[in-house]
C-alpha cells in the first residue's frame, strides 16, 4: 500500500532562513506526490505536485520540493521563510490502486520573526 | 478559494442523530472525494464519487453514506452518531477520477460536533 511519511511534527525556523518540511514515501509503482498546506480553520491549499520529469519542482507562495527516488523523499522546501508560512503542512501521494490521497501525520511549520 | 463550497460551516448535534455535509465541486470537475479529519487518524479518505457513481471506498463507516447528484454537488449522510464522529469533514473534487496526477481541490470543510 502506498503510505508517506513526516518524521518531524513541528519544524520551528526563524523569518528569512531557508525551510525544510520532510516527507518520506513508500509506494509501489511511479509515485505521484504532493503538497498541501492547511491554515486555521481553513481548507487544504494546493502547493505543488510531482508526477514525472525534473526532480526540482516549483509551486505556490515560492515553495518548492525535491524529488529524490533513490532516498523516497520528496521534501518541501523555500530559500526563505516568511512569518505568514507558518501553518500545518501535508504530504501526500496518490493511491494508484484507487483515486484517494493518502495523507502523512502532517508538520507544524513556525516561523518566528 | 479553492472554488469548493461546502456547507454547513458548522454543525453540532446529539448522539443518536442524523446530518448531512453538502458540497458542490469546482466548475467542471466531475470527481468528488470525502474526507475526514480528527486528531487521532489524521486524514482520512471515505469514498469518491466521478460522474454521478461511486468509484472508490476507503475508511467509511456502515452509518455514512454518500450521493452524488446530476448537477454533480454531493451529500455525506452520517446517522446514529457517535461522540467519536466528531471530526472536520472535508470535500475535495478533481479534473477526472482516473488519471492519478490530477490534484485535488480542497473545499473549507464541516466542523461536526456530537455531543
Known amino acids: 500500500a502506498q503510505s508517506v511519511a513526516q518524521p518531524e511534527d513541528q519544524v520551528n525556523v526563524a523569518e528569512g532562513n531557508p525551510l525544510t518540511v520532510k516527507c518520506t514515501y513508500s509506494?509501489?509503482?511511479?509515485?505521484?506526490l504532493f503538497w498541501y498546506v492547511q491554515y486555521p480553520n481553513r481548507g487544504l491549499q494546493f502547493l505543488l505536485k510531482?508526477?514525472?520529469?525534473?526532480?526540482l519542482v516549483k509551486g505556490s507562495y515560492g515553495f518548492e520540493a525535491e524529488f529524490n527516488k533513490s532516498q523516497t523523499s520528496f521534501h518541501l522546501k523555500k530559500p526563505s521563510a516568511l512569518v505568514s508560512d507558518s501553518a500545518l503542512y501535508f504530504c501526500?501521494?496518490?493511491?494508484?490502486?484507487?483515486?484517494?490521497?493518502?495523507f502523512g501525520a502532517g508538520t507544524i511549520l513556525r516561523v518566528k520573526s | 478559494d479553492s472554488g469548493v463550497t461546502q456547507t454547513p460551516k458548522h454543525l453540532i448535534t446529539a448522539t443518536g442523530q442524523r446530518v448531512t455535509l453538502r458540497c458542490s465541486p469546482r466548475?467542471?470537475?466531475?470527481?468528488v472525494y470525502w474526507y475526514q479529519q480528527s486528531l487521532d487518524q489524521g486524514l482520512q479518505f471515505l469514498i469518491q464519487?466521478?460522474?454521478?457513481?461511486?468509484?472508490a471506498k476507503g475508511n467509511i463507516l456502515e452509518r455514512f453514506s454518500a450521493q452524488q447528484f446530476p448537477d454533480l454537488h454531493s451529500e455525506l449522510n452520517l446517522s446514529s452518531l457517535e461522540l467519536g464522529d466528531s471530526a472536520l469533514y472535508f470535500c475535495?473534487?478533481?479534473?477526472?477520477?482516473?488519471?492519478?496526477?490530477?490534484?485535488?481541490?480542497f473545499g473549507p470543510g464541516t466542523r461536526l460536533t456530537v455531543t
Open positions: 475535495a473534487s478533481s479534473v477526472e477520477g482516473g488519471a492519478a496526477s490530477y490534484e485535488q481541490y
Open positions: 509506494v509501489s509503482g511511479n509515485p505521484y
Open positions: 510531482y508526477i514525472t520529469g525534473d526532480n
Open positions: 501526500a501521494v496518490r493511491d494508484i490502486t484507487g483515486n484517494k490521497l493518502v
Open positions: 466548475s467542471g470537475d466531475l470527481s
Open positions: 464519487y466521478y460522474n454521478g457513481e461511486e468509484r
